[in-house]
């Protein structure tokens, strides 16, 4: 189902902060810093702005953080606004929320704003052990045992291991593709190239993710703003189309995302720790916008870890499950091949700061989309993917973007 021409939805502007290692920052001159950006950016009238969507930050958690900086922006009025948490899928969701409320007419325009200061927050530290450590789990029967999130991820990548005989190698060609991405990318917090030898040769974090296969921790944050196809034609920048938007969420708890307890079976059988309710997201968003995985001219994938990737291409349709491990190889996500992927380096190498990671996510796609990435850009983008994961693989959200 496409959208009505007279209720097209847009991405009109986008602002990022700079990234990695910002000691002295708190999280909230972040969050408006990225949101000023993306003011600027669209040319927009911050009055015009009567939808605000935030995230819960790991190191400065707050119920009405959506309040706090509504305030700091002077965004008074609002007829949409909250906190969204949903951890690092939060921003396909935002999306969604926002196009509907711009559908609908109770917004004129959206602005979707993240950002976190997981790598120098305060207490140095706390915070990444808080993500690291808490994020999915159960306190009663989880946390007592010592898991951690990358070791619940390297149980998901053993069993895809188990099952279809995926490699560490293959694991190693996404982190590879998105520091070759990285390398070509200013702003990103890691540019020094690696081989799929150096990723094999770092340091075991969870067997078998070595420490080339997990997503980095940084400070940094991001920003973009939703309005009518109609009013961003008449801003600063080319607009960028929402053609679709698709979400799905199964468990939150590792014991019971492991038998798919409940869950009912898709296309690729029952839904378990490698056959994930991204599909069904996946069918949802490509219905609406009313177009093929052939018309997908570069894709960003959530890249938490590389096995969080690598599962992506097959639950998403680009290959057939089980078939991701070789759908990696031989640079078909590089720069040049058949699917550029997170061209910016993606949480393995641009930047991860907890959960604004993929927002980051949206702002590339829409970059590449209005064709200024530079030497790093796809040449003549029209469509892009970008997707958005929590938890261990069970919550998912998608979004298709195309140039106007």
């Not at 509907?100 to 790598?119: H, K, P």
């Not at 808080?130 to 069993?159: C, D, K, M, N, W």
């Not at 061209?343 to 927002?359: K, R, V």
């Amino acid at each position: 189902m496409s959208l009505r021409s007279d209720t097209a939805v847009a991405i009109a502007g986008v602002g990022e902060t700079a990234v990695g290692k910002l000691p002295g920052r708190h999280s909230t001159s972040l969050y408006i810093e990225a949101a000023k950006r993306a003011i600027e950016d669209a040319g927009i009238d911050k009055s015009e702005i009567d939808g605000l969507l935030t995230t819960a930050s790991v190191v400065d958690d707050n119920v009405r953080h959506h309040i706090v900086i509504a305030e700091h922006l002077g965004l008074f009025c609002k007829t949409l606004c909250d906190t969204l948490r949903t951890g690092g899928a939060a921003f396909g969701y935002a999306l969604q929320l926002a196009q509907w409320a711009v559908q609908s007419g109770r917004c004129r325009a959206v602005l979707v704003v993240s950002a976190d200061n997981l790598l120098t927050g305060p207490g140095q530290g706390q915070g990444v052990t808080a993500y690291t450590e808490l994020g999915a789990h159960s306190l009663e029967f989880e946390v007592p045992y010592g898991a951690h999130i990358p070791a619940f991820y390297a149980l998901v990548a053993q069993r895809h291991m188990h099952e279809y005989g995926t490699t560490p190698e293959q694991l190693a060609a996404i982190a590879v593709a998105c520091r070759k991405h990285a390398s070509l990318n200013p702003a990103a917090q890691k540019r020094e190239p690696i081989t799929i030898d150096d990723v094999l040769n770092s340091r075991m974090i969870s067997t078998p993710l070595r420490v080339l296969d997990c997503s980095l921790i940084s400070d940094g944050g991001g920003a973009f703003i939703v309005t009518s196809l109609e009013r961003a034609r008449d801003l600063k920048q080319r607009p960028i189309r929402v053609l679709g938007t698709g979400q799905a969420q199964s468990y939150y708890h590792m014991g019971h995302l492991a038998g798919g307890i409940g869950l009912p079976a898709d296309r690729h059988g029952a839904f378990n720790l490698t056959n994930t309710v991204q599909t069904v997201a996946a069918r949802d968003v490509f219905a609406e916008a009313g177009i093929t995985h052939a018309d997908i001219d570069v894709a960003q994938i959530y890249d938490s870890f590389t096995i969080t990737a690598l599962m992506q291409f097959e639950d998403l349709g680009f290959c057939k499950k089980g078939e991701g491990g070789a759908f990696v190889e031989g640079g078909r996500i590089e720069l040049g091949g058949e699917l550029p992927v997170n061209t910016h380096g993606g949480l393995l190498s641009f930047a991860h700061p907890g959960m604004p990671g993929g927002i980051f996510h949206v702002t590339e796609a829409v970059r590449q989309l209005r064709h200024e990435c530079g030497v790093r850009q796809v040449p003549d983008a029209q469509v892009a993917l970008a997707t958005s994961v929590s938890a261990v693989a069970s919550n998912h959200s998608i979004c298709l973007l195309g140039r106007d």
